[in-house]
């Protein structure tokens, strides 16, 4: 048996050679705060914020069924804490819950391979009803904030502790996220 090849020696590897140039450039970068804020500015996505008590105020008529929007993330974090997405959603809102999800999405777990496999099928499941969308493209993120965003003050549902919580609800509501 020989000896296993070497890669070559690391200590000849090439340093990259720093000029006056890209070091005024640095400072300038980090100095010139009025700079940073501008290019914030241009990036725009702000979504408005909206009280979630206001939910109620504009929805007098909500009741169970819930019909809850689910993400790719939130799939694939509730496979990493192994959450049952239905049974926990009910365990959150104490009523039957109704996991939605849009063409994005499915479209976004089915770009994303084998990796997201187990995700995929979860997806397809048949007790997932699937939101047709109209827009172009297969923007998840955009699409959902774009439903969203037509109805004010929706709470938002995310993992704690290896279990779903939902953002404070108005205290007119019966039931709720439980607080630990």
Avoid: W
Avoid at 119 to 124: M, V
Avoid at 145 to 162: A, C, D, F, L
Wanted: proline share 6%; charged share 30%; glycine share 6%.
């Amino acid at each position: 048996m020989g000896k296993a090849k070497s890669k070559g020696p690391k200590f000849a590897a090439v340093k990259k050679i720093i000029t006056k140039k890209t070091i005024n450039k640095y400072k300038e970068d980090v100095l010139n705060h009025k700079k940073k804020d501008a290019d914030k500015e241009k990036l725009g996505r702000n979504v408005p914020q909206v009280s979630s008590a206001l939910f109620f105020s504009y929805n007098t008529a909500l009741g169970p069924p819930y019909r809850v929007i689910v993400d790719t993330n939130f799939i694939n974090f509730s496979i990493q804490n192994k959450l049952d997405l239905e049974k926990g959603m009910m365990d959150c809102l104490y009523a039957k819950c109704t996991p939605c999800i849009t063409d994005c999405v499915m479209a976004e777990l089915e770009k994303l391979g084998q990796k997201y496999r187990v995700a995929l099928r979860i997806a397809k499941d048949p007790r997932f009803q699937i939101l047709a969308c109209t827009h172009k493209g297969t923007y998840a993120d955009d699409c959902i904030v774009e439903r969203v965003t037509q109805v004010p003050g929706v709470p938002i549902m995310y993992i704690t502790r290896h279990r779903y919580s939902i953002e404070r609800l108005p205290e007119a509501t019966i039931g709720g996220a439980p607080r630990i």
